[in-house]
């Protein structure tokens, strides 16, 4: 018994002692604080997150920030920017301030209207287009509706004759001078809206030897069939016209400060030697009074592709029929530029680990009138996002990486407001920026999702909208991407939703294209194949209200919603996420199918380039090596120790500069602020977003070049910079050591 | 008793459970590992390391590297490329690579000799120039001396009178200009070398009309009282001539393939847009022969300035006197330009915690013929270096930081072997590259230390020479910094051993001027108190052999041995200091210097600059806010939690991109590739170290402008840019959030 007990006893202690000396090792283990973050598992956050965004907000906000005019530089803009940033302050965030520039803006004079008139052989004014759009009801006693200009017009009052340049295209103008012949030095065009960027039509039209450019919004490209004009429906009336600036920035900003931060003690260029400034006057007009224009224009009838919806034959002129030849055309424009202050807010959640890497959510404020698509549906929500990431605050949630949320000024006069802030903080930018969001209008359809962005970023948007639900009627339980997916499937050879490129036009732009940082947007979209208009009818009219919104595009504000969560969810994961939800390998199929696509843009001149010695082959072998390079990076990733913080940052780091691996500082040719190499406009249309942009233009130039010789040497070296650039990325991607 | 006894068991118990618990927190606690770096003190690997590198061994580096011609795109030059990868390889580096470029070098012609002529009037040659320099003794049998010549001269065999225009500096052709009415349009000039870079004498050259241009080193500018010619002494016989290239590249690299790497798929321009290539003959020759063309010469005597040291009257032309009037000058240029390979090797250590932080020492291995100073005595101090790194990775040492050892090629010919990598490079660099240390010739003179190098390093610069002997006899237990401190005070103002701002003419220049790396250079010099020669007599002469370093400049190898140190030190210190050795206190206290030196030069002209309100106040006031932000984040960094990676790292990448804030991506006006706003060479002379460059150069430039309210603005808008620069870079050094 004695000794059984002493073994027992034995038994005892040995128990005792190893559990307590387990006991003291697992709390001595778990009590030290360890290197490697915390990860809190963030999908919880995520929830919340998403879920705390509300439609109803949304639709307050909205209401709140369309009720009055806001056009950069106005007082009123400066109000709304005021009440933003208390607003955002009482949301919790860390930080808001509110940052200003002086740049150059563009008013029409107050005393002396801009307008155009058919003038008689004795100079009498026999007919004079619309001074404003008629006011939308309910906003009749609202002052400060700025009429309806050209942005940055030369002023001056050409008179001449009408010769009508169908979209004002490169091709346009071309097919005009070499096919029908038709000199329009001296001239005034008149030119429809649509197809490209309105900056676009004035250069060209400059380039032609106009004197002076109109441009109307045809029924044909803003217009929907069987809808009614506002109020009654979303169309744009006959008296709507578009506003907009007719700048040629190519991403300078500020045209008077191009590189550098418009600030008090900037050095300013004479405004003769400001970027882009159009040197004839501008002036759009709706098509009610194009049709007055269009009426008795002689000439000939030009081909089908040309002509528009309305009851014309779109004769192309010079000038009018032989009945009304005495009568010629005189625009009267009388639109000042001047240096103006703009404001940004700055809104700011510091990162708990990295807070020297930054995450932004960016849009712009201002608005040519009450801005109720563009931008506020927009601005609504990412005010909903900033709201629903300060409650998250308030639950003890904090992003790894520092979020910025930018309320931008004056976009509308050439992205002046987050271009100039974009050159200010470049440095900062370029060491440390993750990712930057667009947030303009929210929603420009009711079909379904529209998302632009750099290929990296393709897997996370399916990711993310497979987790948000569908915003249509009769979708319960349907994921957004299911419901994106079912309405706009990429190609045959891609089963998944689409994804486009981005182009430019929106304040996205100095920090793609210029800093090289990873991009992207959403928005609600019409059916593009069988909506033809751009944009959408009313866009830049005074009949962008918040009724419009609420009444047609989206009763529910659950559209708006659903833009919400994939903005928002794109900043968190962005900032939140351990590993950068970056995907490599989708860059290198992006970069082999644009590679195939402009080696076949090229091969129409297949005996021309055999002439010329001109070969792809240095491309796609560059392409090669970076798809190889990815595919080993991200076999490199799956095997990351994680929990080491130095390890993380080192292939966080690789993924993050990836996108500024594309950036050339020598510029694209003649652009010194587009320097992506994969990535900008076309010359041709600020719209549209090209691959391998140089090679594109290079390409396009050589329809019109007088020495093919020399055009075909610059698309060689073209090819060989495009070689190198991808080259150099994929560099990135391998081990740094 | 019992009651005790059931106490004493009670306080036994907690003992040996608190013990227990304690114990096992405690190992715990201690087992886990830690994700803060085991830093090990790098002190004594330090000592180690200095000390490894040995006089007797540079001394054998240097012998086996100056045994024959190896210009850069010739086969011995290729030979030692490969000896050096071998060498480095055995030396136990963890790998080194062959990395080739074919760039447009520039020979003379093997069957048409250059040369200078005078002709008479039935245009014999009177008198020829020599065509090679007498061969020192013992490399009477060594082939594949090159005669000198000027590199990338073009060819030609211009005739005329000639034109004396001493250094050949902007002022020495206003001043011949406008104070002595002379035109040298369609003349000949002859330029003494010295003062500014032969590049530059070209330019000037080409700017004012010349049609040919002959160099010559005037013993008054390469030749030192006192001392014997070689090989009796270091001096410059009258035979002896210094070859070089006349580019104008300003930081373009290979000129046919200005910004992108000379890869055999890169676009070339063709020849004649080279960057850089003057379009005129140029021809080098010796005091010897230029006494024979300066004697005869007629026209006015110049100002005393303008005299070198031969016995002659130094008259300027044009022409020869009356007796020899119908004496022409002929230059017989037939150099070549082609596009040859040329090799760097390029050595790596992995870095155990931040591979992908890059120190590099880079300097280069090609010489004119045996490279006995330029730059095999850098070349050696490299190879040492490696070889002692080698030695202590054997030992179990790893630094923290990746570090780059490159051998560069073609150096002589327009810095290209450095230039394209850095191209080939430049993403990694940009992102990742801490320092660039730069090694050609380690010694020019015998008296003490010189450094040139970016404010950050300064304090480290100290540091490292407290560390290391004096090499100077006589001077035992005084350390490096004493001697050169004894010998060369910095200012009244500043009781430190002088520091000179970086200039140009070496490798260092893609890596500082155009990426923004902070970089430094290291040598040993010559007294220029009292020796007034530029460089060094024999410079780029056949007679820089291995002897004129073991007889007079360096006999014991101490020195060399000296340089070896600093340039060790500095490597291993900013590859495995924990925290960046860099010091950004001493950077606000330069640019404060540098702002208030060129306000004053602005001064000189005081009337104008209130004519033009130019003022200086914003470069003040940005210089006060990098010299607050500077002072803050060094108050932040003694609150660092060092043993928190994320945290270190953060700050070391603050103090990194520091120097990379000072470049704007626009680059200097007219010249992209110099792109560091606080630090570039003047555009007059490539030499020069001018801090302000822009503000500099538009400062000079209104001497000479037509129109001075234009040429103001430019200084005005050099002003802007300046102090903007310098807001930047302080934005860079507060809280990244």
């Known amino acids: 018994m004695r000794k059984e007990s002493r073994w027992i006893r034995w038994i005892k202690w040995i128990v005792i002692v190893t559990v ?19 990860h809190t598992d963030s999908s919880h956050y995520l929830k919340d997150f998403l879920e705390e965004m509300k439609a109803d907000k949304i639709r307050e906000h909205l209401r709140k920030f369309t009720q009055l005019p806001h056009l950069a530089g106005t007082e009123q803009n400066l109000k709304y920017a005021e009440q933003i940033m208390k607003e955002w302050q009482m949301f919790g965030i860390d930080s808001v301030e509110m940052v200003p520039y002086d740049v150059l803006l563009s008013y029409p004079n107050e005393s002396q209207p801009n307008y155009i008139s058919i003038v008689d052989h004795l100079g009498n004014e026999v007919f004079n287009t619309s001074l404003a759009e008629p006011v939308p009801q309910g906003y009749e006693d609202i002052s400060n509706i700025v009429p309806p200009y050209s942005a940055f017009s030369a002023k001056g009052q050409p008179e001449g004759d009408l010769v009508y340049v169908n979209y004002g295209r490169t091709e346009d103008f071309s097919q005009l001078q070499r096919e029908m012949g038709i000199n329009v030095t001296g001239k005034i065009v008149i030119v429809r809206y649509g197809k490209i960027f309105r900056g676009n039509k004035v250069k060209n039209a400059v380039l032609a030897g106009a004197k002076g450019i109109i441009m109307f919004s045809d029924p044909a490209d803003y217009w929907a069939d069987g809808i009614q004009p506002y109020p009654d429906g979303w169309n744009l009336p006959g008296r709507g016209v578009q506003r907009g600036n007719v700048l040629n920035l190519n991403g300078a900003g500020d045209p008077l400060t191009p590189g ?28 009610h009074d194009a049709f007055r224009l269009l009426n008795n224009m002689g000439g000939e009838i030009p081909p089908n592709n040309w002509k528009g919806a309305l009851n014309v034959s779109y004769r192309i002129g010079p000038g009018f029929t032989d009945e009304f030849k005495s009568q010629k055309v005189r625009m009267n424009i009388h639109t000042n530029n001047q240096v103006t202050r703009i404001y940004n807010v700055i809104g700011k959640i510091r990162g708990a680990q990295e807070p020297d890497r930054y995450v932004i959510l960016g849009g712009h404020r201002d608005a040519w009138v009450f801005g109720g698509i563009d931008p506020m549906s927009g601005a609504a929500v990412v005010h909903e996002t900033v709201r629903s990431a300060g409650r998250l605050l308030s639950t003890g949630w904090r992003p790894r990486r520092t979020i910025i949320f930018a309320s931008w000024d004056a976009e509308e006069f050439g992205l002046l407001g987050s271009t100039e802030w974009a050159e200010d903080n470049a440095r900062l930018l370029q060491e440390r920026a993750v990712a930057y969001i667009n947030a303009d209008s929210a929603i420009e359809g009711m079909y379904t999702l529209r998302v632009d962005c750099t290929p990296s970023l393709h897997t996370l948007v399916y990711d993310i909208t497979k987790q948000i639900p569908s915003p249509e009627g009769g979708e319960e339980g349907v994921s957004l991407y299911e419901s994106w ?19 430019s036009g929106s304040d996205f732009e100095a920090y793609f294209i210029r800093l090289g940082i990873a991009s992207g947007r959403a928005r609600y979209t019409k059916n593009t194949k069988t909506e033809r208009y751009s944009s959408y009818p009313v866009y830049h009219s005074v009949y962008e209200t918040f009724e419009i919104v609420e009444k047609f595009y989206d009763p529910s504000f659950k559209r708006l919603q659903a833009v919400a969560q994939v903005r928002g969810a794109l900043i968190f994961l962005l900032a939140d996420s351990q590993l950068l939800p970056l995907d490599v390998n989708e860059y290198a199929d992006s970069l082999r ?17 055999e002439m010329y010695k001109v070969s792809f082959d240095s491309l796609f072998s560059a392409v090669e090596n970076f798809t190889v390079a990815a595919r080993d990076f991200h076999e490199r990733l799956q095997t990351l120790n994680k929990a080491d913080p130095l390890q993380l940052r080192i292939m966080n780091d690789q993924l993050m500069y990836l996108e500024r691996a594309f950036i050339d500082p020598l510029g694209l040719p003649g652009r010194p602020f587009y320097r992506h190499v994969i990535f900008a406009p076309s010359s041709h249309n600020k719209y549209a977003g090209e691959s391998f942009p140089g090679i594109y233009d290079a390409l396009f130039d050589i329809q019109n070049s007088a020495d093919p010789a020399k055009a075909w040497e610059e698309v060689k070296r073209q090819i060989s910079i495009a070689a190198f ?4 990325a994929a560099m990135t991607l391998t081990p740094p050591a």
């Not at 307590?20 to 915390?38: E, H, M, R, Y």
């Not at 997916?485 to 486009?500: E, G, M």
């Open 260 to 287: 550098y931060p418009a600030k008090e003690y900037t050095y300013r260029v004479s405004p003769e030697d400001g970027v882009g400034l159009p040197n004839i006057p501008v002036h759009p007009i709706g098509f």
């Open 20 to 38: 307590l000396f387990v006991l003291g090792f697992c709390i001595g283990w778990f009590a030290k604080p360890s290197n490697t973050q915390n």
């Open 725 to 728: 650039t991808v080259h150099a």
């Open 593 to 609: 199918k644009y590679a195939q696509s402009i080696a076949q843009l090229a091969q129409k001149n297949l005996v021309e380039m």
């Open 485 to 503: 997916h079912k309405r706009d499937n990429w190609t045959n050879d891609r089963d998944a939703p689409r994804i486009s490129k981005l182009g």
